[in-house]
């Protein structure tokens, strides 16, 4: 049996080095714009739902950043005694913080914004002195909303980009909570002028409106963030089966002393754990230096499959026989 593992720092090529560096430039960048933006907001919220609800969730937007930079961290020690396998999960654990954090989010405003719209609230907006001049307090909300969207969907972006070439599913959480953000600051607009108009209902519609979309960003990473830590079949980042299964499969068939191969797999975090299970044809004795080069060619096929086992076995293990790819 031959095997590999290491670090999560090691597993990842040169190229995805420097973007697992810039995106935790990005989440340092997003944890300076809420240090700024949470206080705004908070001030000039009053007694409006939706600018309340905009408060909770910039603050609740702090954890998807620190679960990301705290993973960051811990994929870099090595493989231990305690930790066979390394510290590549650190990216599951954060994943699943990060959706928790949004689903928990989504289910308290849409219960609080319910609430509120059932008993009639009616949100008092009122007028400040600025300047030496009373201003509807409607505008500077309006006002901070603005600028509290600019970060998010500048940011939101950007992490995007990373996500794909990364295989970061705490990344991808957080780029879906940016969304949930600057969703919330339109919607918020949006309220803020129907109360304006007269209509005192649309603050809280509003609020209901972004924590329904809120909910179902958490549940979906919630689900694959619980499937990753419960070892099932590996998925790529919009849920689909993962590619590099079948290729890895593949190639195993494809080796001339191998009758049939099948891989049983988990996710990792960055990475793929690869148990390849090979039965060598009738007569064959494998030795050592086959199973050694059978894993080099698989580890080479893609960097996610850096912990990769390979098994000569007498027959494909049952549960793997009818295994969907």
């Known amino acids: 049996m031959e095997a590999s593992t290491g670090s999560g720092t090691e597993a990842l090529p040169q190229k995805q080095r420097e973007l697992m560096r810039k995106a935790i430039r990005l989440e340092w960048i997003t944890l300076a714009v809420k240090v700024v933006t949470i206080p705004l907001v908070g001030i000039v919220a009053g007694q409006s739902q939706a600018m309340r609800t905009a408060w909770y969730e910039d603050c ?83 006002a901070v909303m603005v600028i509290s969207a600019a970060g998010p969907v500048i940011l939101g972006r950007l992490k ?24 919330t600051a339109v919607a918020t607009v949006i309220g803020i002028l129907g109360v304006g108009y007269g209509w005192w209902w649309m603050d809280a519609a509003t609020a209901i409106a972004v924590s329904a979309s809120v ?43 191998v ?25 064959h004795q494998v030795d050592t230096a086959e199973l050694s080069q059978l894993r080099e060619r698989l580890e080479d096929i893609d960097y996610q499959l850096h912990d990769v086992v390979v098994i000569p076995v007498s027959e494909i293990p049952t549960c793997l026989t009818n295994a969907p790819r």
């Open 60 to 142: 609740l937007e702090l954890l998807p950043p620190i679960a990301f930079l705290i993973a960051a961290r811990t994929i870099r020690r090595q493989p231990g005694e305690k930790h066979p396998y390394g510290h590549h999960r650190g990216i599951n654990v954060g994943h699943l913080v990060s959706a928790t954090a949004l689903l928990a989010m989504g289910v308290y405003l849409l219960v609080d914004s319910s609430l509120s719209l059932a008993g009639g609230e009616r949100p008092p907006i009122g007028t400040v002195v600025l300047l030496g001049h009373s201003i509807w307090l409607g505008w500077l909300m309006i």
């Open 160 to 183: 995007l980009k990373l996500v794909e070439d990364l295989h970061d599913k705490v990344l991808y959480a957080d780029a879906d909570m940016n969304k949930a953000d600057w969703m």
């Open 259 to 283: 009758a049939e191969a099948e891989g049983r797999f988990r996710d990792l975090g960055h990475v793929l754990h690869a148990e390849i299970f090979v039965m060598p044809r009738a007569g």
């Open 215 to 257: 909910i179902h960003d958490g549940w979906s990473n919630l689900r694959t963030s619980v499937r990753d830590l419960t070892d099932a079949r590996p998925t790529d980042m919009e849920g689909n089966v993962h590619p590099l299964m079948a290729k890895a499969v593949n190639a195993a068939n494809h080796e001339p002393w």
